[in-house]
């Protein structure tokens, strides 16, 4: 009987495997899928010469991130490689907004496209440096980061106090008008907001358009050597030299609850799998609120807010190998970018995020482009690219924005329809790239979820990033934590604080909160049986058709927060 089982081996599963494992627990991670990875994998799936990241490819994130830096994955061979540029966004008339790793190079490129935008530029910079790592201790502490909210609420104070926290609440539009001149910085601060599903007029889209800005300036968009499936390939390594064991192709079905405690997991097979401690779960937090834990298990208010969730925008992708380099109209600031962003400007992405909210399919859809050989050569041979698209859709369409009759069907013709439509977006920037167009994959949003259920219709940060949904609201009013009604069971995804990208962060906050709270079966079977017979039952076992007493009077905001120790995990009780 292991410790502890995993539902799932996307990179929140295997970070808080690795955790329970250095702990010396017993961990066995179950994932539905072939191969492990969840989000996080690459193939040669497109073109056999050419490696492609099949979801997720550039980690700002995960570069930031303490969890992942203290599990040495450089030690399993992971390695990483940057772009000669972080992120461009070119214009049709060929100029091109750039951010560099370089402060002074960002800044004076800002610079060309209106007078003082270098010196504003230099002002959202020196912000980062004074909140930015309290920031990010925040991020990637278990809510509430008590001692870290504390920290950066005193950097605040003596940083402006409420001035600066009006500006991290504006939409990106007005931020970036408060700040900015001329074109090029509105556009690095709007462009990286709608990495999130965040429209240009959404509250707080300025705050995360900047983090997201800050994040490449100092730490870059880099890519796994190799492929995404590295980062993947090195956690699961360090996890099996730990003694931890994971299947693939055993897609978990049922958390069995028990006395109000999650004492197994069934598969799809009828295998039941006995837990001695803990169950961790790494899927979206509506697949696990009355799906996988039954309704009878849960109090009525947290089924009413799964309900109530809200999903981020749903995501086409498409995937190319190219016979040369993106021809630019841009040139080589583009051209040396990892990323790219495709819209005319800031009026054209209210444009797209309005149609999403219409429930139309964008007719002129803005587009994330990766040229992921530009970011590490391995991906294909010298002067060819590897590259992807992914663009955003409507989960339910009213209507078609263009002239293709796509109703959100996704057959084969609507998916190739949608598919022309992203590279004629494409082409838009870059003149003759379709004459480069060896071989094409095409992932529309029910392939996505085909592919990796959290990815529910082709969302891809495990719910939407805006306001009403995080800190305690995530995944509903009241449940910033990773513990859950069912005692033993945590949420491990990215439906839990902090929410998507690839940082490891969900997956470290439930195993800390496992190592801190739970304690092994035998003992908590024998304390429920001492209390059952107290109330005339004869055994833990009837308890199953019983409703647990603890459950009425579950407080969804879980036990009171606190920051785990700087170097590591809290002890085990």
């Avoid at 690219?385 to 084969?412: C, N």
Wanted: aromatic share 6%; net charge neutral.
């Amino acid at each position: 009987m292991p410790d502890a089982v995993v539902i799932g081996a996307g990179p929140n599963g295997l970070v808080a495997a690795n955790l329970l494992a250095d702990a010396g627990w017993s961990v066995e991670v179950l994932e539905a899928q072939d191969e492990p990875g969840g989000a996080v994998r690459s193939d040669r799936g497109v073109h056999p010469d050419h490696v492609s990241d099949m979801f997720s490819a550039f980690y700002p994130l995960a570069a930031a991130s303490p969890v992942l830096a203290r599990l040495d994955l450089h030690e399993e061979g992971l390695h990483w490689s940057h772009a000669p540029r972080v992120l461009a966004h070119p214009l049709p008339d060929g100029r091109c907004a750039v951010l560099e790793r370089d402060r002074t190079a960002t800044a004076a490129g800002l610079e060309a496209f209106a007078p003082g935008d270098a010196l504003a530029w230099d002002g959202l910079c020196d912000i980062w440096d004074r909140l930015g790592p309290d920031i990010l201790r925040a991020l990637f502490t278990p809510f509430p980061p008590v001692a870290a909210a504390a920290r950066l609420a005193a950097r605040v104070r003596a940083a402006g106090g409420l001035r600066l926290a009006r500006t991290m609440v504006l939409p990106v539009r007005r931020l970036a008008e408060e700040e900015f001149r001329g074109e090029g910085g509105r556009l690095l601060l709007a462009g990286n907001a709608l990495h999130a599903d965040l429209a240009p007029e959404a509250a707080g889209s300025g705050g995360f358009g900047w983090l997201m800005a800050m994040l490449g300036q100092a730490h870059g968009f880099p890519v796994p050597v190799g492929g995404a499936g590295a980062l993947t390939d090195a956690l699961v390594r360090r996890l099996q030299r730990r003694g931890g064991v994971v299947r693939c192709g055993e897609r978990v079905v049922e958390v069995v609850v028990r006395g109000g405690r999650a004492v197994a997991v069934r598969t799809a097979s009828g295998e039941t799998v006995p837990v001695n401690r803990a169950v961790l779960a790494d899927v979206a937090a509506p697949a696990l609120y009355g799906d996988l834990v039954g309704p009878q298990h849960l109090p009525s208010r947290l089924l009413d807010d799964m309900r109530r969730f809200q999903w981020d925008w749903a995501t086409f992708k498409v995937d190319w190998a190219l016979s040369g380099p993106v021809p630019w109209t841009a040139g080589e600031p583009a051209a040396g970018a990892g990323t790219v962003h495709l819209a005319d400007g800031m009026d054209e992405l209210t444009r797209f995020s309005a149609q999403l909210a219409m429930r139309v399919v964008p007719d002129r859809p803005f587009l994330l482009f990766g040229q992921m050989t530009t970011a590490d050569a391995t991906r294909s041979p010298a002067g060819t690219e590897s590259a992807w698209a992914y663009t955003h859709v409507p989960h339910r369409v009213r209507t078609d924005g263009g002239e293709d009759g796509i109703t959100g069907s996704w057959d084969r013709r609507e998916q190739e329809a949608f598919a022309d439509r992203v590279e004629a977006q494409v082409e838009r920037f870059a003149p003759g790239f379709r004459s480069r167009v060896l071989a094409r994959r095409i992932l529309a949003p029910p392939t996505l979820e085909a592919m990796d259920a959290n990815l529910h219709g082709g969302a891809i940060n495990g719910g939407t990033t805006a306001m009403h949904q995080q800190l305690f609201f995530r995944p509903g009013p009241g449940t910033g934590r990773p513990e859950t009604p069912v005692e033993g069971l945590y949420l491990a995804s990215a439906s839990a604080h902090p929410g998507g990208g690839v940082h490891g962060a969900p997956g470290a906050n439930a195993a800390r909160a496992a190592l801190r709270t739970s304690r092994p079966l035998r003992r908590a079977l024998s304390r429920a049986q001492t209390v059952l017979a107290g109330r005339g039952l004869r055994s833990a076992a009837e308890a199953s058709s019983t409703p647990a007493g603890s459950l009425a009077s579950f407080d969804a905001s879980g036990p009171e927060g606190r920051d785990g120790p700087a170097g590591g995990l809290p002890p085990t009780d």
